[in-house]
């Protein structure tokens, strides 16, 4: 009768470690933190269970994203209870440990810290975490490497030149951390014009999927340059969370990162 009790009490106390996987740009302002969004929602729709770390620590923006802004998560004890976001995706971020518009200035423990306090929150039974992170290769990314171990991480460029040269630079430091890219995904390729229905490419196309190839890393998809995206995500409704050609590239982007 003893040992039973134990047992189950030891059931109970076991608690599930979510894998982290990492959404990671070479430069700001390529779409990150909308495709870590949108892919969350997208990876919900197809029955993941999974949740958002906003670790941008220069521009926390998932908060608006996830249509929470100004929403302060509770905590029980000393761990953080993630908030509910948009398309029923649990969500911490960056943005929720300090005020609105209060800029983050912290050195890397206090940065690595923050981090530990999202990552380590009561996620319950959340098996996946998309990460969105702060561009490039600092004290965060060094922390989310060393101490959180990532199972894999989704690197986002726009296909011209300089944006793609800035990606590489994210997947070798992956790389030497022994993170697996699960893929590269091109942000912004193609632009339809809403007057004339011209199609044109203002940041070229394909330099993604041909850098992938030479790169030997799988390609996860394009997505087009289109307002939509943007004025539904700053809304805080995620063009993911709806119907239509964008809501399918990122569905098509989650099957490709669901492992
Ligand atoms: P990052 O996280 O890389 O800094 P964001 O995701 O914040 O970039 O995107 C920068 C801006 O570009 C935002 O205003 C966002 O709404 C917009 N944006 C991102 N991807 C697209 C897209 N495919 N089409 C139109 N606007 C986009």
Redesign the pocket.
Known sequence: QAGAQSVRVMLTAERITPRLIAVA?G??????????TNLAIAMARAGRSVGLVDA?IY?P?QPRLMGVEGVKPEAEGKMMIPVMGAGGVPFLSMGQLVNPGQAIAWRGPMAGNALSQLVDAKWDNVRDIVV?MP?GTGDIQLSMIQKHKPIGAVI?STPQDLALIDAMRAISFFDTAKVPIIGLVE??AGYLCPNCGEMSDPFGSGGAEAAAKELGIPFLGR?????K??VE??AGTPPAMGEGPISDAYGAIAQMVAT
């Open positions: 740009s430069k700001g302002g390529v779409g990150k933190s909308t495709l870590s941008d521009g923006s969105d561009p986002i942000n912004m997505i087009p340059l289109d307002i995206i943007r995500s700053d």
